[in-house]
């Protein structure tokens, strides 16, 4: 080994790093990518503004996990974190990151707004520029702000400025999809590369097909919020009388409910070897969402089993309609029921294995091989 490669090795060795991550309160696309992160560097801490550690089971406690100042509020306004958002800009950076050499920001919003000193390299992984600030303002306006419009539509402004300065901070930036990185130059002005999601399948997964007995039922694994469409797919299922299953958490979970009818059914978060119990046999996930890419489409093909989702976002990354599932072009009651009843017509004929190497794109290895070379690169370039 000469002694430049020495020096080198030396200087890996030598690599102080940090993750930080948004939040860890359940788990999702972003925690699954996360975990992924933390395995490459397992002596990382990991920084969050909040940590909810029942709800994120063992893997976060087999981690060394740092909390920002507001852990230390009252429980009941941790349980309502949405109204701590106007503290959120300033919990992220008051974390002291001063001794590491690499930070890496798992961030949906607010972790790519970290403070590092000088010679710190921090690259920040864009799961989204933040939605209700951006492109989804009028919708989260009228959906979900009910009284101080004025006051929330100064604080979004606020937001708009503070997210734009806080995505100038990181020396690099990765996109999950090429429709994160389109929004990322529009709102950020910044060009970002592109490393898809990973996606690790069970071994056991792709054998558990027709296990469950009686009807298969159509699928879907989410947040439940308002942007996810939960409650046209609900309102289609309903109307055509079809067995769904809803797997999530979230604050409009009674809504939801409330709007079902017999042949749906709810269940909360599930550990990993159930989820795929669920996917392996689902008839088809339902995925009727604009989402920047959407990491449980990939987990339904890598198990065989097609989608029916909307024609947007990150999924058209991932869905050649009518190859590895069927896609609508508006998320309507109308428009969702005719994409069903195409799929139901074409159902028989949705090959597993084409499916299942589409997923193979989106790979673990790859994710691993795409971070990996973003950061030597901008490592040996600092």
């Excluded at 490669?5 to 696309?29: C, M, W």
């Excluded at 009284?147 to 100064?154: A, K, T, Y």
Aim: glycine share 4%; charged share 25%; hydrophobic share 40%.
């Amino acid at each position: 080994m000469s002694q430049s490669e020495e020096s080198q090795t030396n200087k890996k060795k030598a690599l102080r790093v940090a993750i930080v991550h948004d939040f860890l309160l359940y788990p999702g696309g972003a925690e699954r990518v996360l975990e992924v992160l933390s395995d490459l560097y397992p002596d990382a801490p990991i920084y969050t503004l909040l940590h909810d550690e029942r709800k994120m089971g063992l893997w976060s406690q087999r981690r060394t996990v740092k909390t920002s100042f507001l852990q230390k509020w009252p429980q009941f306004l941790r349980k309502r974190h949405r109204f701590l958002l106007p503290f959120y800009a300033s919990a992220i950076e008051s974390f002291d990151l001063r001794e590491f050499d690499l930070v890496i920001s798992s961030s949906g919003a607010w972790s790519k707004g970290l403070v590092t000193r000088l010679h710190s390299r921090h690259i920040a992984y864009i799961h989204s520029p933040m939605r209700y600030a951006w492109d989804e303002n009028e919708h989260y306006m009228k959906r979900v702000v009910k009284r101080n419009p004025f006051f929330v539509r100064q604080l979004l402004s606020y937001l708009r400025v503070w997210d734009y300065q806080a995505a100038q901070r990181p020396d690099v930036l990765i996109a999950n999809s090429l429709y994160s990185a389109e929004r990322i130059e529009k709102y950020y002005r910044r060009e970002s590369q592109v490393v898809y999601p990973p996606v690790e399948v069970l071994p056991s997964a792709l054998d558990q097909r027709e296990i469950l007995s009686g009807e298969k039922s159509f699928l879907m694994i989410s947040r439940l919020v308002p942007y996810k469409n939960i409650l046209v797919a609900i309102d289609v299922c309903n109307k055509l009388r079809l067995p769904l299953t809803i797997i999530g958490e979230g604050p409009q979970k009674q809504e939801l409910i409330d709007r079902s009818g017999e042949t749906i059914t709810f269940t909360s978060w599930v550990d990993e070897e159930e989820k795929w119990r669920y996917i392996a046999n689902a008839r088809a996930l339902l995925f009727p969402v604009e989402d920047d890419f959407g990491i449980v489409a990939v987990e339904a093909l890598a198990a065989g089993v097609p989608i029916v989702g909307l024609e947007a976002g990150g999924l058209v990354e991932i869905v050649i309609d009518g190859k590895h599932g069927i896609v609508f072009a508006q998320p309507t009651v109308e428009v969702m029921a005719d994409g069903i009843r195409r799929f139901i017509e074409r159902e028989a004929f949705f090959d597993p294995e084409v499916l299942k190497e589409r997923a193979s794109l989106f790979s673990r290895a790859h994710f691993e091989l795409g971070m990996k070379r973003s950061i030597d690169v901008m490592m040996n370039n600092g």
